[in-house]
């Protein structure tokens, strides 16, 4: 962590020739389980990482807005809070500020919240794997959020940090995501999970405290080129699952996630495949994660190890959302000794799985999964131990 807050610090110096006035970090996060639920009203089980996104930055007097990231070259963007004030907030408006349209999306929203700010100018880097699905842009969205009520002295809580940040990925980037990402960053604490209700934002801390086992988080280092696509397909298609069957009930279901699997098994038969098992998906997914978070405050992990084989078992037969990838990594984890379960987290196609391993095997097992996945895929995977850490937001 320490090397990297020094990477920005100089990066930092270098570019504004002067010493910060504040730094700080924002997690990334993992999804445990709870995968392509959040659409369907379902719950989620996430937590924040000690892997994230740091920030340096100053205020200005002179209304120009400088930033810089320590990860890009030829990455500083520069503008005037006037230009931020007039412009819309839409994609088109942002595109040209590239990377920065997050944290200048940020920005807008704020200023549309009311909120009185003047120049600033900041440098950030990250030490979350580029592309891996562990929500770099609600890291750095979340960041902005915190580095920006900190300069200015801005009245904003985590909650409404996550919903800013939420509208600037949506509105000024473009890209079209849930709450998830962007409220465990601003609200994770370290040694807890979230049980998060995507659809009412009613959150609980759940104990994630493994002591003799370790969560690997597993890189693919694929491309998730079909997750974009693939993600509308599956939420077009758990739409047409709940026209079918929301109205059978004697109070009509307004998403999938509220039927028990005891009320889906009484009219599946009235879907066609593939949204059988699209809708199966997602009505057994939200039930696995509401008895994961029973295991893990029952301290019973073997019992959530097999919740995350049965994840991604789902994720792979019934969702059709893993890949060649996804699947070679898990299967090279299952195989492991000490390895309790293993599943993909994120959008799939690509991106991060995750394994809940015994410590005493963690290392071993490392090894060994890195070496089968490049026997099978031909590349290499990146491998680390994960922990949890606090959002500068946290309660």
Same mark, same amino acid.
């Given at each position: 962590?320490?090397?990297?807050? /020094? ?11 002067? =010493? ?14 709870? =995968? ?8 989620v089980l996430p937590c924040s990482l ?27 963007? #520069? ?5 931020? =004030? ?16 997050? +944290? ?17 100018? &900041? ?5 979350? +794997?580029?592309?891996?699905g562990l929500s770099s842009s609600a ?24 919903i800013v940040s939420l509208e600037a ?12 990402? $962007? ?18 934002? #009613? ?14 988080? &597993?890189?693919?280092?694929? %491309? ?6 693939? !993600? ?13 069957? @929301? ?14 699997? #005891? ?5 599946? #038969?009235?879907? +066609? ?20 978070? %029973?295991?893990?405050?029952? @301290? ?16 792979? /037969? /019934? !969702? ?10 898990? /299967?090279?984890?299952?195989? $492991?000794?000490?390895?309790?379960? *293993?599943? &993909? ?9 995750? *394994? ?29 131990? *994960? ?7 946290? =309660?």
């Amino acid at each position: 962590m320490d090397n990297y807050l /020094d990477k920005v610090r100089d990066c930092y110096s270098d570019y504004f020739r002067r =010493e910060e006035e504040i730094d700080l970090f924002t997690p990334g996060r993992v999804n445990l389980i709870g =995968e392509h639920i959040d659409y369907n009203g379902g719950r989620v089980l996430p937590c924040s990482l000690s892997v994230g996104t740091y920030g340096a930055a100053s205020k200005r007097d002179d209304g120009r807005i400088m930033l810089v990231s320590a990860d890009f070259s030829g990455s500083y963007i #520069e503008t005037e809070v006037s230009v931020i =004030e007039e412009i819309n907030d839409d994609p088109d408006s942002f595109r040209a500020f590239g990377w920065a349209a997050y +944290p200048l999306g940020v920005f807008k929203k704020l200023i549309m919240r009311g909120h009185k700010m003047s120049g600033f100018e &900041m440098a950030v880097t990250g030490s979350l +794997p580029r592309g891996s699905g562990l929500s770099s842009s609600a890291s750095l969205e979340v960041l902005t959020c915190a580095v920006l009520k900190k300069l200015f002295g801005l009245e904003l809580d985590g909650v409404t940090a996550s919903i800013v940040s939420l509208e600037a990925e949506r509105d000024c980037a473009g890209v079209n995501c849930g709450i998830m990402d $962007q409220f465990v960053c601003a609200m994770g604490k370290k040694d807890h999970a979230i049980l998060l209700d995507t659809s009412t934002l #009613e959150y609980e801390y759940s104990p994630f405290v493994l002591k003799d086992h370790t969560l690997l988080i &597993m890189n693919t280092k694929k %491309t998730r080129r079909l997750a974009d696509s693939k !993600y509308n397909e599956r939420r077009s298609e758990c739409e047409k699952a709940l026209l079918i069957i @929301g109205k059978k009930f004697d109070k009509e279901k307004k998403n999938l996630c509220e039927i028990t699997p #005891e009320e889906f098994e009484k009219v599946e #038969e009235l879907l +066609p495949d593939p949204i059988r098992r699209r809708a199966k998906h997602a009505v057994y997914e939200n039930r696995r994660t509401l008895d994961s978070e %029973t295991a893990l405050k029952n @301290g019973d992990i073997d019992f959530f190890g097999r919740l995350l084989n049965a994840s991604h078992d789902s994720l792979r /037969d /019934d !969702y059709e959302v893993t890949g060649a990838e996804l699947d070679a990594i898990v /299967d090279a984890a299952r195989a $492991q000794k000490g390895v309790l379960g *293993a599943r &993909m987290t994120g959008a799939g196609f690509g991106g991060c799985a995750i *394994a809940l391993v015994k410590k005493e095997f963690a290392d071993e097992a490392k090894e060994n999964i890195a070496r089968v996945y490049k026997e099978k895929i031909g590349y290499d995977c990146e491998i680390m131990k *994960a922990e949890t850490y606090d959002s500068p937001f946290a =309660e």
